[in-house]
């Protein structure tokens, strides 16, 4: 936990730093590419402060108010983090379009250059320290940072390149070309980057839509209920699993015979012990739930519709 929030602070502070920066030379330069690196920036240093609460909310457990706990959350601030830039990017690619469409505009190369170096080098570093981070505590908060940070060093390392070819432009004599890379450098940016947060929103609202982890996730998780059920007279299984966040919420319903001797209740509750600690070797934070019918109808898919009217 103290790893995480150390990595969500750093990321935070690290945005506002290079978001303030970018404000600040997009307003000497006139660039509207540092202007879009600034506004990329400051968009998640707002979202991050929010991102810091919720990982301490996605460790406490479920209350009155919220029965399922706070799993969901995280997944509703990655969403929200992947569609503010996308909305930051849209108004972006307009404005470039319409300067390409009149003539382009003319920027400081000297101080855009200066910019450029200074925000390949933080978000580089920053980057790095985050992946490090990922890899001693791999959570989904961590992840979505990482990818942003990735993104964000290589467009100033690109937006970098880019503005190193107005001076050389003009020393061959090629002045009619640079009012145009500034904003076909935007457009640039917000084509090859888009995908990230598209992904991201995309696999946080299908988080959030409940639509079942890949199969990566699941496949281990299934093996390790089968293998703690090997010894039951099944006739059949239902296994269902969600993950919203880095929680998994499995859901098992063991379809058994109407004979199936149960003396007590810790009967039941031995299989589920050892059905959940199957699971745990696979995924440490999970949430399982086993119940235990002896009519198919109570686990299916459509349960209750082969209910005989």
């Not at 879009?36 to 920036?41: A, I, S, T, V, Y």
């Not at 009149?102 to 170096?117: C, H, K, M, S, V």
Request: positive net charge; contains cysteine.
């Amino acid at each position: 936990m103290k790893v995480e929030r150390r990595a969500l602070l750093l990321s935070a502070i690290m945005s506002l730093i290079v978001g303030s920066a970018g404000i600040s030379f997009a307003l000497l330069t006139e660039s509207r590419a540092i202007l879009l690196d600034g506004l990329f920036n400051l968009t998640y240093f707002i979202v991050a402060l929010a991102t810091v609460r919720v990982a301490r909310l996605s460790m406490r457990p479920d209350t009155e108010e919220f029965p399922f706990g706070y799993a969901y959350f995280e997944s509703l601030i990655n969403a929200g983090k992947g569609l503010l830039i996308l909305g930051v990017s849209a108004v972006a690619l307009v404005d470039s379009v319409i300067a390409l469409a009149t003539g382009g505009r003319e920027i400081l190369a000297g101080l855009a250059i200066a910019y450029a170096f200074f925000a390949t080098i933080a978000c580089t570093a920053t980057a790095l320290r985050l992946r490090r981070a990922y890899r001693e505590h791999p959570t989904p908060l961590i992840q979505a940072d990482v990818e942003n940070w990735l993104i964000n060093s290589l467009v100033s390392g690109s937006v970098l390149l880019a503005f190193c070819l107005i001076p050389l432009a003009r020393l061959v004599g090629w002045d009619a070309i640079t009012p145009y890379v500034d904003p076909l450098l935007v457009t640039l940016v917000v084509v090859i980057c888009l995908g990230m947060p598209v992904r991201l929103a995309w696999r946080a609202v299908m988080e959030l839509l409940d639509r079942a982890p890949p199969a990566q996730v699941t496949q281990p998780v299934r093996e390790a209920i089968d293998r703690s059920l090997a010894s039951l007279p099944l006739k059949r299984v239902y296994v269902r699993m969600v993950r919203p966040g880095r929680t998994l919420f499995v859901t098992v319903h063991l379809v058994l015979p109407a004979d199936f001797p149960v003396q007590t209740l810790t009967t039941l509750d031995t299989i589920r012990a050892r059905l959940d600690s199957a699971v745990r070797q696979v995924h440490p934070r999970v949430v399982t739930d086993v119940l235990f019918t002896a009519e198919e109808r109570w686990a299916a898919p459509t349960n209750g519709a082969l209910e005989k009217h």
